[in-house]
């Protein structure tokens, strides 16, 4: 099998005009992404951003990713409606979506799952922290019980997501919410992932158990099957069948 | 309670174009559907079609429906983006969808379940058998264990959707094909269903059981609240956080 | 139809036993869980304890039952297995059954439901604060986005069921844990609910959200079809076989 | 990683009893069902039957597995309540299960899920064909979008199981009836898997696609950890609780 060919799309805005994030992330959130990545698992990671042509996600980028990571925050509406139909099309074609923090109501989340991503948020500086519900599961391998998160931004229920095939993670909020945190569902061929942490003006994606859960995600949802999910197709009978030749109506 | 509001969408260009739908259908798929809903629930039934101002679903009109039918096949793609838009937004915020027989690619299915609705397909005559897999379920009561539809066109596995929340029916095909016939979705705070049969050629919708479920799923799809999830919401903490008045990021 | 025959089976122990207990429910937990019932049903509520004869459930009293309560603690062993092979046997010919806080270790929860029911725990007066995931499902009819109980014992992820059909409420605890606190199952015909608050040593059920609750449980869960599942039947086919007479080998 | 010790168990007694089942199995399904797993696996795989002492499935046999597959059918009434619960437990601490065929009303099956396995049945000599619902998961790697069996008993819906986690392929057969023919469950941290072809007087188990999916089945099922789920356990709180000492009331 060839290695995993994984995509990091950053929308990269925040690093380049807020010396506060930079400080955090001085080579961008998908540096940081990469990396977690690519210390567990033998793969091609290659990174895109949102300013450059097609965000960086060209039909040959996409073509060749096997999972692709998302994060975007201020310009969900700069992302071109024709690269949101390419991934939605990749993604049922087999592809894999991992989306992170805000891009709860990124185009491509909500066009994938077909809701809205709308939820409760505050920004304080408070603690967050997550508790595995199913340790078994291969995107929670090596995460223990429970961990914390010092500082976060805070989303909370009601999160309008369809219900999760897979509810991995719940998040605890110092300031009273609650919020599931990891969760995972089929689209097509291909595996969708939510994973809630990651504000821009934290070091989230510094923490060793937040990258691990990256590590494991780009496993877990890496593209198994590739097919078209085109038009219907006709098909002949299996079994005799009183009208095999008819004209179709309509 | 007020009364229950149903619409029922119907592309209603066969039965005007085919001589055969005509004689099968002469008031339209849409007067059918109506009766069968009216027959057993005390509802304000209104019927749309394809070709009427704005498809018949203006704002005013969808603001008002509790649930909303949907029969569409050869002209999806001449439903706006515009009317497609409303109606999603509308089952977010609480409205019912019940979705029939071919309109599993139509714009308004496929958006709302962020899937293709990919299947296989024959017209050749041939007999449909339903199971019933909950028979203590709203939507199936009154109904067998299973009843046969002599004529049908057939729809085979695999059916690309989401996995359903709850799944009802399975159809057995003579031709050996297997199909999931009966789904319920939630989206938001609306439910969405899938009804397979209703081929335009065939009296489908005269068959009694089918009528009984078209009459169930208006009843179990109805609005229970209104809501819209416009933008997510920022809150102020329950409970004590480090910094209540910061700014946000970004 | 016949009106809702609920019945709630309370082990009246502790109301007995403690005079702290009997302060908070003088008349016993099913007292106040059959009045929270009654004010908003029109249904015949009776009340089983486990120091009666057979716990107060008789088969006969299981047969004319559509829905049952269940609130044990500290003697779960002693509750016969005959009863609770009864009631298991009801639930999945179609009675409904609602199990209670500390239920979650019942022999009859786990037998039901197969799996442990294991959590975390704490008793320290701390508040606990319950989120709706689902304002549109009937079991939360009337209930706000969230609600506080100031005291409560805690229970904490990982509980030890299997996926909920329908998770409905996450509660929040002062102490930092998180749990869901209102689960739905289908199991046969039945539907089973879990419903996680009601220390003993709190006023909990008298809570107005708690009580409303319980009589949506009641109303939810109610039993809709009766069907003994006992042994699997031979079956004529409907169709042509190869070998319709065939004797079955073993 | 050491290497995947599979178990399995096979009832032995059509086998020994039956020419006609000696004359396809000559060796035992159990011999069958090891070689479909060792010729695609690196895993140790050891069998076990109903009239070694405990079954062959000792606490140091169980103990050492970590997945177990079960075949049973006219003696499950034999099967030791010690046994049962010994892999009841064994499940829920982490060891996946993989039931065929006629176990669907073991006690081991029954105990797990918590249904009666309730279906219809006939033994006509007819066809069944596999329709494939998830291509892109791990349990139909290598399998065609459907494939058949010339002749296998028939079981037919209602199939009485709870809601699966996940629905992998339905069955269509040649006298009219569909059924779920591979599910998913998870129960406790282990997983449990149910295959419906198998039936002791046809040749399935060397259909080249029913052994593949044997082989996925103890791949996908094998053990991720290990953890006893014994009494809940009391826990300190993570934050500051009101009465962080308190006695427990009961």
Same mark, same amino acid.
């Given at each position: 099998?060839? !290695?995993?060919?994984?995509?990091?799309?950053?929308?990269?805005?925040?690093?380049?005009?807020?010396?506060?994030?930079?400080?955090?992330?001085?080579?961008?959130?998908?540096? +940081?992404?990469?990396?977690?990545?690519? =210390?567990?698992?033998?793969?091609?990671?290659?990174?895109?951003?949102?300013? %450059?042509?097609?965000?960086? #996600?060209?039909?040959?980028?996409?073509?060749?990713?096997?999972? #692709?990571?998302?994060?975007?925050?201020?310009?969900?509406?700069?992302?071109?409606?024709?690269?949101? $139909?390419?991934?939605?099309?990749?993604?049922?074609?087999?592809?894999?979506?991992?989306?992170?923090?805000?891009?709860?109501?990124?185009?491509?989340?909500?066009?994938?799952?077909?809701?809205?991503?709308?939820?409760?948020?505050?920004?304080?500086?408070?603690?967050? !922290?997550?508790?595995?519900?199913?340790?078994?599961?291969?995107?929670?391998?090596?995460?223990?019980?429970?961990?914390? @998160?010092?500082? =976060? +931004?805070?989303?909370? %229920?009601? &999160?309008?997501?369809? $219900?999760?095939?897979? @509810? #991995?993670?719940?998040?605890? &909020?110092?300031?009273?919410?609650? &919020?599931?945190?990891?969760?995972?569902?089929? !689209?097509?061929?291909?595996?969708?992932?939510?994973? !809630?942490?990651?504000?821009?003006?934290?070091?989230?994606?510094?923490?060793?158990?937040?990258?691990?859960?990256?590590?494991?995600?780009?496993?877990?949802?890496?593209?198994?099957?590739?097919?078209? @999910?085109?038009?219907?197709?006709?098909?002949?009978?299996? $079994?005799?069948?009183?009208?095999?030749?008819? +004209?179709?109506?309509?």
């Amino acid at each position: 099998m060839s !290695r995993l060919a994984v995509t990091i799309f950053n929308e990269f805005l925040h690093e380049r005009e807020s010396d506060l994030v930079r400080a955090v992330y001085p080579d961008g959130i998908h540096a +940081e992404v990469s990396s977690a990545v690519s =210390e567990r698992l033998d793969a091609d990671v290659r990174t895109a951003t949102l300013r %450059e042509p097609e965000h960086g #996600l060209t039909q040959a980028v996409i073509d060749a990713t096997d999972v #692709l990571f998302w994060w975007g925050h201020k310009a969900h509406a700069e992302v071109s409606d024709a690269v949101v $139909e390419r991934v939605h099309r990749a993604v049922l074609g087999g592809m894999g979506l991992v989306v992170l923090h805000s891009g709860h109501v990124s185009k491509v989340f909500t066009r994938v799952l077909g809701t809205s991503g709308w939820l409760r948020w505050r920004e304080a500086d408070e603690k967050e !922290r997550l508790w595995s519900l199913q340790p078994s599961h291969p995107l929670l391998d090596g995460i223990p019980e429970h961990f914390e @998160l010092e500082q =976060e +931004e805070m989303y909370g %229920e009601r &999160f309008d997501v369809p $219900e999760p095939d897979e @509810l #991995l993670m719940l998040s605890w &909020f110092q300031g009273g919410e609650v &919020f599931r945190s990891l969760c995972s569902w089929r !689209r097509g061929h291909g595996r969708v992932i939510y994973f !809630r942490p990651g504000h821009e003006a934290y070091p989230t994606y510094r923490n060793r158990h937040v990258r691990r859960i990256l590590a494991n995600a780009a496993a877990y949802a890496g593209r198994r099957v590739r097919q078209d @999910l085109g038009r219907p197709i006709q098909v002949e009978a299996l $079994e005799p069948v009183p009208n095999p030749g008819k +004209e179709h109506v309509g």
